[in-house]
């Protein structure tokens, strides 16, 4: 079992800055990938970045250029920072951390960006 704490989100004005950050812990040895999926009400989750231990990663074509992910592997724990925040922006963000047989998930962030 992995357990994911999520930490950060809230509430900023269009084109400012909000951090997230999940720290994993149990058997983090069984995960590699790290990341975040966002979620808008009726809609399904997609995809926002993710990041290897090695350091590889991936952007949804939205966020690229304005998000950056990070991860500290020592801890470990992957960050998510957000830059030029657009009202569009304004979902739960879910940290995630998949194994051979499981997707493991964080309870949810909620951000709100106000225009």
């Known amino acids: 079992q992995v357990q994911l704490v999520e930490s950060g989100g809230g509430l900023v004005q269009a084109g400012g800055s909000l951090g997230l950050s999940c720290a994993a812990s149990g058997s983090i040895s069984s995960i590699n990938t790290m990341g975040w999926y966002r979620q808008a009400p009726g809609k399904q989750r997609e995809l926002v970045a993710s990041?290897?231990?090695?350091?590889?990663?991936n952007y949804a074509d939205s966020v690229k250029g304005r998000f950056t992910i990070s991860r500290d592997n020592a801890k470990p724990t992957v960050y998510l920072q957000m830059n030029s925040l657009k009202p569009e922006d304004t979902v739960v963000y879910y940290c995630?951390?998949?194994?051979?047989?499981?997707?493991?998930w964080g309870k949810g962030s909620q951000v709100t960006v106000s225009s």
């Open positions: 990041i290897t231990s090695r350091g590889t990663t």
């Open positions: 995630y951390a998949p194994s051979s047989r499981y997707i493991y």
